[in-house]
């Protein structure tokens, strides 16, 4: 986004439309139409690294804590908003602190507890009902029995909170929120510890892994006891995740020097060791689809933790492979995955220059087509990636003439979650013109990617200009709330008229804002203008098709 100051109270927002004038071969378009993986956002309210996000019961995000660009802590609190892609403002923390716990409890309030603020560690707690905003966070009378940073908080299967361990010491307590009271457990840890996991598992006991020691112990709730597992990991880890893929499968990644991975089978009680990346990860997440989505400092991608080699069992991005996923790279950022349609919120950190960072989402899913423009008579070729293995992927395409679900099917997905059509239909005289947007859902998963493409025509070549409302001077930078001129000069195929195209204007998250339909007379070249008023929409750097 491009900023000018006019006086110290206000600021002008323009837009730049990097494709302006540059030359589109619409008739020789042969590249495929994909979904976007990646999609940069806004940023968020308060920049911050080292915050905690925590998904709502109702499919938002509340983002709390951390430290600003000033090295403050934060007391500021935001709420992301899935369906407009936006965070604002929320309720202040009565106590600013990193390195807490942000847990939802059962009836859908958040218990913020312990961490650190400006005096070191904390035992205050607050709760925040996304229900009732305006309340705010409201102080928890009794606090924590002891003071906790790097602890973890786990809801049991009563509704009830254990925390455990933290940088204070190797106790525990439970939290009741019908009596917002702390109680210490009846037993200590067996071993201290902090930067700790903590894995709920279906009999209600919790797995404590790590912190500062090869060791792991049992908590049962019925007795209130930490058993120590005769089971130890292959190094000491600190600041770990703890994954778990199934019953008998609980993924202990990093956390070591070596940045090594372990598997732990509960069931037979052994640890086998997984290798290790050659890079430290700042965030690493769960996706639905079983594999994890590993951010760096340096380096994004995807490790699969069911890889058999010779196939390599992590996949870096480029551009090539996953547009857009330049902006992944960080460090001190939040990744959570979003209840509704399953995409990762990637949200503030900074970059290696030490830049803060603003929010991007990540789609496990992908869909794409063998063309970006067909022929009438053509078969769409349809593939997809990234769902879960063997379910049904529901598909549906709605065009821009009659806007109405067409050639709606069920697809499986094979077992490495892809799947390809061949064909998925075919291109009919009558879609001379037409934009489709297909999309597919994940039935078990609920994953969603989205692709756009369109159906050819007789138009060989056109060049786009973007100009002032009256579509005479040609300028690239426009004040929120004029009216961009789009002039486009096409040339069709002489004598035989060159039917329709569409001019596409994209915002600055690669996201098509609208389309207008043009058709292209016999006698050729011929100028069209399109224009459109940028009143509310979102500043950066916008492009035209």
Excluded at 197 to 210: I, M, P, Q, R, Y
Excluded at 229 to 236: E, G, K, R, Y
Excluded at 292 to 304: E, P, Q, R
Aim: aromatic share 8%.
């Amino acid at each position: 986004m491009k900023t000018t100051s006019k006086t110290n109270k206000t600021r002008t927002r323009f837009f730049a439309f990097l494709m302006a004038g540059a030359t589109l071969v619409i008739g020789t378009w042969v590249s495929a139409s994909s979904s976007h993986q990646v999609e940069q956002l806004d940023s968020l309210v308060v920049p911050r690294t080292g915050h905690v996000a925590t998904a709502l019961s109702d499919g938002r995000i509340l983002i709390t804590g951390g430290r600003d660009n000033a090295g403050n802590l934060v007391a500021a609190s935001e709420i992301f908003d899935p369906q407009t892609q936006t965070s604002a403002a929320s309720a202040t923390l009565a106590t600013a602190r990193v390195d807490h716990s942000a847990t939802v409890l059962v009836d859908g309030r958040v218990l913020v507890a312990g961490g650190t603020g400006n005096s070191g560690p904390l035992s205050s707690a607050e709760i925040f009902d996304p229900a009732n905003p305006g309340a705010g966070f409201q102080v928890v009378a009794s606090p924590m029995t002891s003071a906790r940073t790097h602890h973890t908080a786990t809801v049991l299967n009563n509704g009830t909170v254990l925390f455990a361990g933290g940088e204070t010491g190797g106790t525990a307590e439970i939290f009741d929120p019908t009596t917002q009271a702390f109680t210490p457990t009846l037993w200590n840890l067996q071993v201290a510890r902090s930067g700790h996991t903590a894995t709920l598992f279906t009999d209600n006991s919790v797995l404590l892994a790590g912190g500062n020691t090869i060791t792991m112990e049992l908590f049962s709730p019925l007795d209130q006891t930490f058993t120590l597992d005769a089971a130890t990991l292959s190094f000491v880890r600190t600041g770990h995740w703890a994954f778990e893929l199934s019953d008998t499968r609980l993924l202990l990644f990093q956390g070591d020097t070596g940045n090594t991975i372990d598997e732990f089978n509960p069931s037979t009680d052994t640890i086998t060791p997984k290798g290790s990346l050659d890079f430290h990860a700042s965030s690493s997440t769960l996706l639905v689809n079983g594999k994890i989505l590993v951010l760096g400092t340096n380096v994004a991608g995807v490790y699969n933790p069911d890889a058999v080699p010779p196939i390599p069992d992590f996949t870096a991005f480029d551009e090539t492979s996953v547009p857009g996923s330049g902006i992944l790279p960080r460090s001190g950022q939040s990744a959570v995955t979003l209840p509704g349609d399953k995409k990762i919120l990637i949200a503030g950190g900074v970059d290696n220059n030490n830049q803060f960072m603003g929010m991007a989402l990540f789609d496990p899913a992908r869909i794409w087509t063998d063309k970006d423009d067909y022929q009438p008579d053509e078969p769409v070729i349809l593939s997809g990636s990234g769902w879960k293995s063997s379910e049904n992927i529901y598909l549906y395409a709605v065009d821009n003439e009659t806007e109405q679900w067409t050639y709606e099917m069920t697809v499986p997905a094979d077992a490495n979650g892809g799947f390809v059509l061949d064909p998925y239909f075919i291109v009919e005289l009558r879609h001379l013109g037409v934009q489709f947007h297909v999309t597919a859902l994940g039935a078990q998963s609920t994953m969603q990617a989205d692709v756009y493409f369109t159906d050819a025509s007789n138009i060989t070549a056109a060049t786009v200009t973007t100009k002032e409302s009256t579509c005479t001077t040609t300028t690239t930078t426009f004040t929120q709330g004029q009216t961009v001129c789009g002039n486009v000069n096409v040339t069709g195929i002489s004598g035989s008229g060159g039917g329709n195209f569409f001019v596409v204007w994209f915002n600055p998250s690669n996201v098509i804002d609208h389309a207008t339909t043009e058709t292209v007379p016999a006698t050729t070249p011929t100028l069209f203008s399109d224009t459109f008023n940028t009143t509310g929409k979102p500043t950066g750097a916008w492009s035209v098709h």
